[in-house]
């Protein structure tokens, strides 16, 4: 059967065969061989079949782990059908708290104090209990109030086992069955493992917090605590306590006294911010994790689970989700093929005319009706279904959106997230803009023209070589030569006048520093006649492609 059946594992292997029994893949128990762990007869359980709500409570009752392999299928629309996404969507790991005398333990243990030595009052009752830790409000010696996150005792153990059989059963499924095989199982889990990992690692949070405070700095309505870098290790994580309350349980009075528009606009347009600039999001903005504090602000607590997106991956994205908001299904297709990764078996006309429906339905609805984040998980889903796999992080920001959604319009009932997507478009790109125009950037950008100029011949000399050696076979059917001789041509010299350009930046950078009497503006004149010539000429070449190219 290929799985190590030691008694240390037994009973899991044999709790997930039971699960997969239950939820209808039988096929797949068998073909792994785990039909061996269950009990003489057993089958799958009679009566109606299991509701997508079960599949939460189960995936509790099997642990940390499994709560938190939940959350991550909750954003995987290609694998679990809409009910069981929207059920494991609302799973929270809250859970009962453990023994103080164990979170002083391991405090103690951490800081190598004793925790009457570290602080000048620790509360015995956690604030919050959650599958990897609890929260413990306390105060420092000198009088700083805290919040305390304490790792469950002996949690990277029951991690590792748990992700050990996960991975076996993986190896099976993609040796001997169809949907392993389709979706790489093994390395969904190798992901995940990696996942719960980075969020054991208390160091590795306390440092989400301090990058997501500085990128957030420019809004004023939004707060992230601090972390204390003195008391924090890898299983004790101490920040600012930042009281309030959670914003699904406001009252409709406190709500009229907030300037509740402002707060749902600035929280939508941080995220925004974090997504498309930052390239680094809090990806976890359920209820319990946006508080309105005492001097009406949002504060983003619980930076455990985050996602990163790409320059690459961001413009992209920009474009996606602004075809997205306008309804443009063909632009958003287009996107979506080049964002994701296509299988084998890519259906583009299926995958245009599903986002064409998508989009047409959610034309229709009320904006009191519309919600970003499930439009964006629908889209992922016809994405799975026509054969294109579209990159996690997608399918994370569609439920982080979702979160948003639901938070946004408790505090503004009218808050329409497609108009404020479009609202904040603008001052985004320029920001990105300026972001990309850093000297770090342009250095680079420099040194990649450099190398270019430098390669070209050799590369030049390669191909002219494979071709009168007949190395190279070309194959034209039915292409005009004069427009292929054009288009060549049009390349050359879009290629010579970027070379000159370079070459002119360059001799630029280098006459800023020779020291002369004729100078421009307080610099050396001939290095700003210089950068002048390339400004004007990386103008003139903008605009002859975007003029003339088709």
């Known amino acids: 059967m290929g799985i190590s059946l030691g ?9 997930i065969a039971w699960l997969l029994l239950k939820y209808g893949r039988s096929d797949l128990v068998a073909r792994a061989g785990l039909d061996d762990l269950l009990e003489p007869g057993a089958g799958a359980p009679g009566g109606a079949p299991p509701k997508a709500a079960e599949l939460a409570r189960d995936l509790e009752a099997l642990g940390p782990t499994f709560v938190k392999l939940g959350q991550v299928l909750s954003t995987r629309p290609d694998l679990l059908p809409p009910p069981y996404l929207a059920a494991l969507a609302r799973l929270q790991d809250d859970v009962a708290p453990f023994n103080f005398a164990d979170a002083e333990r391991i405090i103690t243990a951490e800081l190598g104090v004793r925790l009457s030595k570290a602080f000048s009052a620790f509360d015995p009752a956690p604030l919050a209990a959650a599958s990897l830790g609890q929260v413990h409000r306390a105060r420092l010696r000198d009088g700083r109030p805290v919040a305390v996150k304490v790792q469950r005792p002996d949690i990277r153990q029951h991690v590792a086992d748990d992700l050990e059989v996960l991975a076996s059963i ?76 959670k914003v699904t349980t406001l009252s409709p009075v406190v709500l009229l006294e907030l300037d509740a528009a402002t707060l749902a606009e600035q929280l939508f347009a941080a995220y925004l911010h974090q997504v498309l ?85 959610n034309q229709d609805a009320s904006v009191r009706d519309l919600e970003t984040g499930r439009l964006l998980l629908d889209v992922a889903r016809a994405a799975a279904a026509a054969g294109l796999r579209l990159p996690p992080e997608l399918a994370l920001l569609g439920k982080t959106l979702l979160n948003l959604d639901q938070i946004a319009r408790t505090l503004d009932p009218d808050f329409q997230p497609n108009a404020a997507l479009r609202r904040h478009a603008s001052a985004l790109l320029q920001r990105r803009l300026v972001a990309a125009a850093s000297p770090g950037n342009v250095l680079s950008g420099l040194l990649e023209a450099k190398e270019f100029a430098v390669r070209l011949p050799g590369r030049v000399n390669a191909i002219l070589d494979r071709l009168a050696t007949e190395d190279v076979a070309v194959r034209v059917e039915g292409l005009d030569a004069r427009r292929i001789m054009a288009a060549t041509q049009k390349v050359a010299n879009r290629i010579t006048m970027g070379l000159v350009l370079a070459a002119l930046i360059v001799g630029a950078a280098m006459l800023m520093q020779v020291e002369t009497d004729f100078r421009l503006l307080g610099y050396p004149g001939l290095a700003i006649i210089f950068f002048v010539l390339a400004a004007a000429g990386g103008v003139a070449l903008v605009l002859s492609i975007l003029l003339g190219d088709e």
């Open 277 to 361: 600039v930052d390239g680094f999001f809090h990806a976890d903005p359920h209820p319990g994790n946006v508080l309105l504090t005492g001097d009406h602000r949002l504060a983003l607590l619980d930076l455990g689970m985050v996602a990163r997106v790409t320059p690459r991956a961001q413009d992209r994205l920009v474009q996606f989700l602004l075809a997205v908001s306008e309804g443009r299904s063909d632009d958003a297709a287009g996107h979506a093929r080049a964002l994701g990764e296509p299988r084998g078996d890519l259906d583009q006309r299926a995958l245009t005319r599903a986002i064409a429906e998508i989009l047409g339905r």
């Open 170 to 245: 993986a190896d099976l499924l993609d040796a001997h069955t169809d949907a392993g095989r389709r979706y790489d199982l093994r390395a969904l889990v190798e992901e995940f493992g990696r996942t719960v990992l980075r969020e054991l690692d208390y160091r590795r949070e306390a440092g989400h917090l301090v990058l997501l405070g500085r990128n957030l700095a420019r809004y004023d309505r939004i707060v992230v605590p601090a972390p204390v870098d003195d008391y924090t290790t890898t299983r004790v994580l101490t920040m600012d306590y930042v009281p309030g309350t």
């Open 7 to 15: 008694p240390r594992h037994l009973k899991r292997y044999r709790d």
